[in-house]
């Protein structure tokens, strides 16, 4: 079988050669519009960062180990401390297809078309499908694991022909769910890798543990989610209450209390965690931000960054450190536009180990710019100045100083207020 058509539209079987892994020639089994072929690289460029998901390819022994848990299946363990923005295993994917539900055998003929190893790894996988739902074991290990993946990130395929890819991935996919995840993933379309990375400070032993869900949707939303896509009930601190936060929840012998057992108590708990989840998930519109502060001279110095402290201690408090970076951005920028030397000097090094994975571009800026913030981040110390100068201690800042300024270093944010 090379093609097949599905409501009208035709798909082409491809494989994807990678550069040899573990002295095994690797391979994508895809199944594609034929007008993303060529939109792909294949081979990929042995240039290409490899993955690291096995210790005969890293220079250091792997940071994860993969664990049967008591009632999860497998799960991934941090197998020595993980620093927040560490990256734990990069992966490329086994299968790559559209979704849609496709006759049995071409899920089965994709599986067939991978290496005898990786193949193997890929029925291995959890599937949380029946056989009625799912004839095909490789269907029902899909339609557990897909992870989104964007392939046509330039846009090439026009709107009305675009459809949804997802990715398997033997070792990524092992990660459990939580609604405050530990760890999170990032898809590079240049190597068709995924990188599985750490939000937060990680124990060695605890469970590294990602979200299915937009974790600021309420939890009865969260939980009915998971259970329709993936047939499991939450049992996370966040979604059970009653069980205090450990660093691996899997470990604890309580039982996930149902909606009947809680208390008037409890239930005011939740629908405080489901508040300051919704405001975390729309803060940045209803929240004073960088953009319009940093040259509005009528708002407080403090205003932004004790706004988006407030923010960071909410995303502590629910475990959502995927939503920290902006704020720690942010807060870096408002020091260097404050002429702090050593706020700047703080958070900018905190970006710079949050965005290794997530945003190495900012990472790598942040890193030039803390080598020498008074010179290269540009306009640093305008408020500061500003005041000065409304106090009458300094003379008014010249255009040519500001015009001195120009061209030193690059800048984060626009001039115009966007936010
Ligand atoms: C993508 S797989 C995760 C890895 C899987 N545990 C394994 O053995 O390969 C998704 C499946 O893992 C299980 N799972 C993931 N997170 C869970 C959680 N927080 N509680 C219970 N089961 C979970 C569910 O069976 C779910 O359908």
């Not at 999860?72 to 994917?93: N, S, V, W, Y």
């Not at 846009?155 to 022909?161: A, L, S, T």
């Not at 530990?182 to 240049?190: E, F, G, R, T, V």
């Not at 931000?289 to 706004?307: F, N």
Request: charged letters at 25%; one cysteine or more.
């Amino acid at each position: 079988m090379e093609t097949c058509t599905l409501d009208g539209r035709v798909y082409r079987l491809h494989a994807i050669s990678l550069p040899p892994s573990d002295g095994e020639q690797a391979t994508i089994s895809c199944l594609l519009n034929p007008d993303l072929i060529p939109l792909l690289p294949n081979p990929l460029p042995p240039t290409c960062p490899p993955p690291s998901t096995s210790t005969s390819n890293r220079a250091s022994p792997p940071n994860f180990s993969i664990l049967q848990t008591a009632h999860k299946g497998a799960g991934i363990f941090a197998a020595r401390p993980i620093e927040a923005g560490e990256l734990i295993m990069r992966e490329h994917p086994a299968l790559i297809l559209p979704t849609g539900k496709f006759p049995k055998e071409v899920y089965d003929a994709l599986a067939d078309r991978l290496p005898e190893k990786r193949r193997k790894e890929l029925l291995a996988m959890a599937n949380a499908r029946s056989k009625e739902e799912c004839e095909s074991e490789v269907e029902g290990i899909v339609r557990t694991n897909a992870l989104m993946l964007e392939l046509d990130v330039k846009g090439v395929i026009p709107e009305d022909r675009r459809e949804v890819y997802g990715g398997v991935y033997p070792f990524v996919n092992r990660a459990n769910h939580s609604c405050g995840p530990n760890a999170a993933i990032k898809w590079d379309l240049a190597s068709l890798t995924i990188s599985l990375y750490a939000l937060r400070d990680i124990a060695e032993g605890e469970e590294i543990c990602k979200t299915y869900v937009n974790p600021a949707l309420p939890r009865a939303t969260r939980m009915s989610i998971l259970q329709k896509n993936y047939r499991f009930r939450c049992d996370c601190p966040w979604c059970n209450i009653r069980r205090v936060p450990c660093p691996n929840p899997d470990q604890g012998s309580e039982s996930a209390g149902t909606e009947e057992d809680f208390t008037p108590s409890e239930l005011a708990q939740i629908a405080s965690s489901d508040a300051d989840r919704a405001a975390l998930g729309s803060w940045i519109y209803t929240h004073p931000g960088y953009t319009k502060w940093w040259s509005d001279i009528a708002r407080p110095d403090s205003l932004v960054i004790s706004s988006h402290l407030s923010a960071l201690s909410l995303i502590e408090k629910e475990g959502l450190h995927g939503l920290q970076n902006l704020f720690v951005e942010e807060i870096a920028m408002c020091y260097a536009m404050l002429g702090s030397l050593e706020g700047f000097r703080e958070w900018g090094t905190r970006v710079v180990k949050l965005c290794k994975v997530e945003d190495p571009d900012m990472a790598r800026r942040f890193e030039e710019w803390l080598e020498d913030p008074e010179r290269r981040v540009k306009r640093w110390g305008w408020r500061k100045k500003q005041r000065e100068q409304q106090s009458g201690k300094k003379r008014t800042a010249s255009a040519d100083d500001d015009e001195a300024m120009e061209g030193v270093g690059s800048f984060l944010f626009p001039d115009e207020d966007s936010d």
